[in-house]
Every structure is written in structure tokens, then in C-alpha cells.
């Protein structure tokens, strides 16, 4: 965190950050009018290695521990959002200036895969990542973070993050410097970057809040409906709980957070890691208690960040769980805003992450037809989350 405010030049306390913003008005002129006069950069030129000493340091390990002597995964998600931020800043580097003019802020997490369940809290963990995709404003990093455990570093986890770069006030884009691939494996990834791009674009125009459900979804919401027919009654009204089943309803937690002054990110709005930390504890709490064990993630995808959250605010968090495979089971969080004086609410996030646990889950069932909608949406988030693993 200290290596970013010393990059972006923003105050290290609260009381000063107006005077910080105000020095950073005057960074407008350095920005690029186009991208052909930024020069090109490699993806060398953003690698960066950062080292968790929870091995080796007891006061961080605290930091990090959880009540089952596990690593707190929501801290894990705090730290790669941080080290995509000095990724990208790393990639838009001018030396000839001392600040820069860039405001980086996280525009969504693409993915999140768990490639081992248990993360140590005794062990070292190394994160390793680099830009691997760029557009205009936009940069994608991904991230690697591996664990020391009996004499090796084992990988934990690979993330991809999408990220976005604004002018000083963080109002309007600015442009980043292009990448230039070297080699076959670089190709590979740069190629991949330009995937997910269209893959992102094809998701949000096939979005259940924008087209009908398939033919094949509407098959499947029939026949849920079907199975929840009172038999006796044969009314659309009368609904019936299959055996080892739970109405979506029922499966809901929900939280409050005031935003603090301590909870801001470089830019004095609401950390981004902090949020997703925040989220990701209510989702499991959901999914702990609607499989009645202990949860182990498997994948978070698909973090939009929608807008960002003002210091002061009043964060409302819902979590729901939407679908259920097995063991499986896959929870969305939404989160938004506040305002207690003019009672306006404005969705800041929606997180969708999926679980795993040793033991079949009983069934989650839709009622309404937006709960139906979310079912849909949850089983579309799991098969991709499959598909990837």
C-alpha cells in the first residue's frame, strides 16, 4: 500500500486527503492525448514477485488466521487486488515522472481458480503476475500465488483481474501504454486476453436482466415449477417443497457495513479488496450454513465493479444461494448503497462465487420467476466455472 500512495503521491492519513487531491489536479497535463505517443512495453516490464512471510512472521500470520487455523481467504483476495493495482502501475511507469497521472482501480475479477484447497497459515505463500492483455484504458493482469510446504512452492491459485485506467480525479479513461508479445507463450496469452474480452462481451448481451432464457432453461424452469405443484390442489398458487429441498427464500444472509475512513484505497473511495473480502465472508457464511460444513471455494468469477463506494456510505450486502449441484454449491453476493438521507439505493457489486463440501446439499428451489431467473444465472456461472477447472 505504501509503494502505491508513493506512486499515485496520496496522503498517508485522512485529515490530508483533500490537500493530496488537490496536488493531483495538476497531474491532467502529463497524461497521453493518444496511445501511439506512449511506448510500447513488455510483459516482462511488469513482473512482479511479493513474498507472504506467514511462515516466518507470527504478528502477520494473526493477521491472517482464521478461528479453524486456516488462512483467511478474504485477506488472500485483498492482497491480489493490491498487487494487480502495482502490476499495472509497473506496466504504465514513466521514469521522467516523479508521480503518476494515472488512477488504476479494479473494473472487475474475471476469474478466480482454486488449484488446492488448503492454504497453510504456517507456510510462505509467493504471488507472482504480469500484465498480459492490454486495450486502450484497459489492462488485464494475471497472478499466480504459490505456497512453500515441504521443502517446494506448490501452486495455490491462478487470478485474472481486469483493471482500468482513469484520469487524476478518476472520471474519465485514460490511456495506457500498448504490449507488444514476445514468443509463442506470450502470443498464447496475449490471444487469451482478447477471448475473454469478446467472452465478457457475449455474457452481458446474453444477460437474463436483457434477453429470455434458452429453450433448453425454459424446459428446466418448467419443470422445477412442475415438481412444486400441490398434486391435490392442481392451482398455480399451491406450492409444494420437494423432499430435501429448500425454497430459495430461505436461503438468504444478509450484512451492513459503514465505510470507514481505514477502509479506503489510494483514491479515498472504498478499498476494492475490502470489499471483496467483505463479500466473500457473508457468502461463505451462507453456504456454511445452508450445507451445514464447512465450505471449500472452488472459483469467484465475474466481479463487477460497478461503481465505486464512497467513504461514509452504508454498504448493504445480500447473499443468495442460487444453485446447487451435488456438493456443490454456488452463491451470489450483491452489494450496494445506501444513502440514509434520500433512502436511494445503487448497486456497487455483484460477486458469484462457488463452493464445494464433502457432503451432497439438499436441492435449491426458485418460487418467482426472478428467483428463476437467478437459478438460471447461477447454473450459467457453474458450468463456466466447470468448464475451467
Known sequence: DSVLRQIVGASTNWRDHQQALADRLSLSSQLAASQEELPVRRMKDSYIEAHLPLGTDPKLREKYLNYHKGVRFGRILEDLDSLAVLIC?????????P??????????????????QIIHPDCDIKF?????WVGKSSIEAKMHMFQYHEGAYTQVLDATFVMVARDPENKRAAFVNPL??????????????EVNKTRRVELSTASLLKVAPTDEERKIIHSLFLNTLDTKTVSFRSRVLPPNS???????????????????NIFNRIFGGFLMRKAYELGWANACSYGGCRPSLVAVDDILFQ????????????????????????V???????????????TTNVFHFTFVTD?????????????????????RHFNQTLKSQ
Open 89 to 97: 502501475y509497473s506496466h504504465t511507469h514513466d521514469k521522467a515522472l
Open 307 to 330: 461503481k465505486p463506494v464512497e467513504i461514509g456510505s452504508l454498504l448493504l450486502l445480500s447473499s443468495q444461494v442460487c444453485y446447487t449441484d451435488g456438493k456443490y454449491i454456488q
Open 359 to 379: 457432503k451432497d446439499v439438499p436441492n435449491i428451489m426458485p418460487q418467482s420467476y426472478g428467483e428463476s431467473m437467478l437459478y438460471l444465472d447461477g447454473k
Open 128 to 132: 507472482t503476475g504480469h500484465v498480459t
Open 246 to 264: 429448500v425454497w430459495m427464500e430461505d436461503a438468504k444472509v444478509k450484512g451492513l457495513e459503514i465505510c470507514h475512513p481505514q477502509e479506503r
Open 180 to 193: 507488444k508479445p514476445e514468443g509463442p507463450e506470450e502470443e498464447k496469452l496475449f490471444q487469451q486476453g
Open 99 to 116: 508521480r503518476s497521472p494515472l488512477s488504476i482501480v479494479t473494473a472487475l475479477v474475471d476469474k478466480i481458480d482454486m488449484r488446492k
Open 332 to 346: 451470489r453476493v450483491h452489494t450496494e448503497v445506501l444513502d440514509p438521507l434520500t433512502r436511494q439505493h445503487n
